[in-house]
C-alpha cells in the first residue's frame, strides 16, 4: 500500500507545512478540550480539535484562506467564484473579503435563509439557482464566464486539501501522544488532508472516518476500490451529504485505515451530549465523530494501540430551527 511519503497525492507534508505559514496570520488556532463524560463513554482520553471556534464557524476556512492566498494578483483581481450551501460558502466569502476580492458564490434556492445571510454579510454576491447539481454546475460556469474568477471548490482541490491539513500540525504538535483521529467525511477534503500530514508525521497513527448510515458512500467507496455516488440526501448531517472526488479518494483508499458509520439517533443523541455536558454547539457534521468515538465499534477495540484519540469537531453552524432533539 502507499504511504504519504512515497505516492503521489494533491498535497503532502511540505504543502500542508506552507499553508500553515500561510494562513496562520488569518486563522485561529483552535483549541483541543476534553471531557470526563465522554472519555467514560468512549472508554479511552478522546482529545477534541474544535473546529467550531475557526472563524466563520468550521474548518472550511483554512482551506479557503489558503486557496485564495495562494492566487495571484491578477487572478485575485477578477475573483473567487464557488457553488456550496453550507460552510464553504462562508469560508470563501470572508477569505476574499480578508484579501479584499469579489467572491461570487452560487447557492441553491432552497438553502436556510440564515445561511444566506451569512454569506452576503461576508461581502460575497450570492447567486440564487435551482436546487440540483447540474444547476449549480451550470450556473458556476456562467458565472467564471461573465465575472473570469477563479473556482475554489469546497474538498477537491489541492490548496484546499492543503489548507485542512493544518488541523492535523497543530492538533499533533498539542497532542504527540495520540493513537489515532476521528474524522468526519463527506468529500474527503478534511480527512486527505489530515491524513496526509498525520500519516507522514506519524506512520503509526490510525485515520478514522465517521459517516452517517444513510451517507454510507466513503466507505462503499472504500469497500469497492472506486468512487461511489452519493446516496440520496436525507442525513440530518447535511455537510457530509457529498460523494468523494478524484482528488480526495486515493488518499481515503490508501491511508484511512477505517470508516464507519452511524445512526441518525446516535448523531442525534450525541450532539446533545456535547451540547449539555461540554458546553459546545456543534453542528450534526460534528456529532457524527462524536458518535464513532463514542460507539460499539471503538469499545470492542479497547486496547493499549488506541488509548488516546483526537475527534475532529468539524463544525458548529447550526440551524436552530431545524435541531434533531
Known amino acids: 500500500m502507499p504511504t504519504a511519503k512515497t505516492a503521489h497525492y ?39 480539535k474544535c473546529e467550531v471556534f475557526q472563524k466563520t464557524g468550521s474548518f472550511k476556512f483554512r482551506g479557503a484562506t489558503n486557496a485564495v492566498r495562494m492566487l495571484t494578483d491578477a487572478e485575485a483581481a477578477r475573483g473567487v467564484v464557488t457553488h456550496s450551501s453550507g460552510n464553504h460558502a462562508q469560508a470563501l466569502a470572508l477569505a476574499a473579503r480578508m484579501r479584499g476580492i469579489p467572491a461570487h458564490v452560487v447557492m441553491p434556492s432552497n438553502s436556510a435563509e440564515i445561511k444566506k445571510a451569512a454569506v452576503r454579510g461576508y461581502g460575497a454576491e450570492v447567486i440564487e439557482c435551482e436546487p440540483t447539481l447540474e444547476a449549480r454546475e451550470s450556473t458556476a460556469a456562467q458565472v467564471i464566464a461573465r465575472t473570469g474568477g477563479t473556482m475554489i471548490p469546497p474538498f477537491n482541490h489541492p490548496n484546499v486539501i492543503a489548507g485542512q491539513g493544518t488541523i492535523a500540525l497543530e492538533l499533533l504538535d498539542e497532542c504527540p501522544q495520540l493513537d489515532a483521529i476521528i474524522v468526519p467525511l463527506g468529500g474527503g477534503g478534511l480527512i486527505s488532508g489530515i491524513a496526509l500530514a498525520a500519516k507522514a508525521l506519524k506512520p503509526s497513527i490510525r485515520i478514522i472516518g465517521a459517516e452517517p448510515e444513510l451517507a454510507g458512500d466513503g466507505a462503499a467507496s472504500k469497500r469497492e476500490g472506486s468512487i461511489q455516488p452519493a446516496m440520496k440526501p436525507v442525513t440530518m448531517a447535511d455537510g457530509l451529504r457529498t460523494s468523494l472526488g478524484p482528488l480526495t479518494f486515493p488518499v481515503v483508499r490508501d491511508l484511512v485505515d477505517e470508516i464507519v458509520l452511524v445512526s441518525e439517533a446516535d448523531i ?21 465523530g462524536v458518535a464513532v468515538a463514542c460507539s460499539a465499534w471503538m469499545r470492542e477495540r479497547n486496547n493499549a494501540n488506541m488509548q488516546d484519540v483526537g475527534v475532529v469537531l468539524c463544525g458548529g453552524n447550526v440551524d436552530l430551527a431545524a435541531l434533531p432533539f
Not at 442525534?268 to 457524527?288: D, F
Open 10 to 48: 494533491a498535497a503532502n507534508l511540505d504543502s500542508i507545512r506552507a499553508a500553515q505559514r500561510r494562513v496562520d496570520p488569518f486563522i485561529r488556532r483552535t483549541p483541543v478540550l476534553t471531557s470526563a463524560t465522554l472519555d467514560a463513554l468512549s472508554g479511552r482520553r478522546l482529545w477534541f
Open 268 to 288: 442525534a443523541a450525541h450532539m446533545q451530549i456535547v451540547w449539555e455536558r461540554m458546553k459546545i454547539t456543534i453542528e450534526t457534521s460534528a456529532a457524527v
